[in-house]
């Protein structure tokens, strides 16, 4: 949620070079649509082009994106790749070994706790494209998540496509959208000469340069039931932010809650205290597959990781029927309570 400015509130400032200022009197078009199953949102000081041009840039872009990597369209790339028979090579498009490229990354850097190959859990547990069910896998199911003969280790670039390991399947899901939200923004600023904007893709967002009145681009973190804390407030400015968390898409089973976020180990969903993990970086992409790490991770492993690598995060961490806050070093070091 964008807000005007911060009052009485927790606030994240990181530091930035002090950007270029658009005219005082200058106008912010909002321009909206739909993606991916759920809404992307723009707000920017137009440099070149009309809303109209900008919109239609902004949904090729989008589209793109979507044909090479959903997985549950069945002409997507993506589709064609987790289709392809074992070890064979799929010729992939740039953009998406591009993605798979930095899954990759974060894979390698969060020893596994991000992994993009969990389509098969992802999709058992009812959270892909079918509707969320109430019942559980069953056990052999389960059994077989957990044993899975192939992961993210086994994904090979090669001849500009993919060698396609037995029995994986790639959901890039913890990823496109924070990815989108990057492209998006490099056509705001390469094709349209924007200088200040802000991006929302699915939640995801990203924020250059400052509004008019000269105040960063503020926004809201969610506020989930059972916070002890109160509002959280970051200031993007030449920053993106993602969340990860478990009352965004989940089911209840005897009493017990499931959320949509699977523990690569057991390919079942986390049974860690995890609610949630708030992520900012310099590029949406990393934030959005930090965040999802972070919740496998769970809360001490998660902020003793971000201490080592220098990640600004806001863990939330569930504390019989409270939510309990806890900061990263450098996290800490952005905020300031008013």
């Known amino acids: ?63 793109e994106i979507d044909i090479q990597m959903s997985p549950y369209k069945a002409q ?20 998406l070994l591009d993605v798979v ?10 020893d596994g706790a991000f992994d993009p190959c969990l389509l098969e859990a992802v999709e058992a547990w009812g959270f892909g494209s079918r509707a969320v069910g109430t019942g559980l896998p069953p056990e052999p199911v389960r059994d077989g998540l957990k044993a899975r003969p192939s992961d993210w ?42 200088v ?40 993007l400015c030449d920053h993106a932010v993602a969340v990860s968390g478990d009352w965004r898409r989940y089911f209840v089973h005897d009493d017990k809650s499931y959320a949509h976020t699977i ?16 992520v900012m970086d310099k590029d949406c992409w990393r934030a959005d597959a930090l965040a999802t790490a972070l919740m496998v991770m769970g809360a001490d492993r998660a902020v003793a990781f971000c201490a080592q690598h220098e990640i600004a995060a806001l863990i939330m961490v569930r504390d019989g029927e409270h939510i309990i806050e806890r900061l990263s070093p450098l996290m800490a070091a952005y905020g300031t309570e008013e």
């Open 76 to 95: 997507s790339d993506l589709c064609r790749f987790n289709g392809a028979g074992p070890w064979q090579h799929v010729t992939l498009p740039p953009m």
């Open 263 to 278: 523990d690569p180990l057991t390919g079942c969903p986390l049974d860690n205290r995890m609610a949630g993990a708030v």
């Open 153 to 194: 280790r086994d994904l090979v670039v090669q001849d500009g496509g993919l060698i396609h390991p037995e029995g994986l399947r790639l959901d890039l899901n913890a990823i496109a959208k924070g990815y989108a939200v990057d492209c998006v923004m490099d056509v705001l600023r390469d094709e349209f000469g924007v």
């Open 196 to 235: 200040s904007a802000l991006v929302e893709v699915g939640g995801e967002l990203k924020g250059i340069g400052v509004r008019p009145d000269g105040q960063p681009w503020w926004v809201e973190i969610d506020r989930v039931p059972g916070a002890t804390f109160g509002r959280k407030l970051i200031a």
């Open 101 to 110: 490229a930095k899954a990759v990354e974060v894979a390698q850097l969060t």
């Open 1 to 63: 949620m964008v807000v005007a400015a911060p009052d009485d509130v927790g606030i994240f400032i990181p530091p930035v070079d002090v950007p270029q200022k658009p005219p005082a009197d200058a106008d912010i078009t909002t321009i909206s649509g739909q993606a991916f199953g759920t809404s992307w949102q723009v707000k920017a000081v137009l440099g070149q082009g009309d809303a109209a041009e900008v919109q239609a840039r902004i949904e090729a872009c989008l589209s």
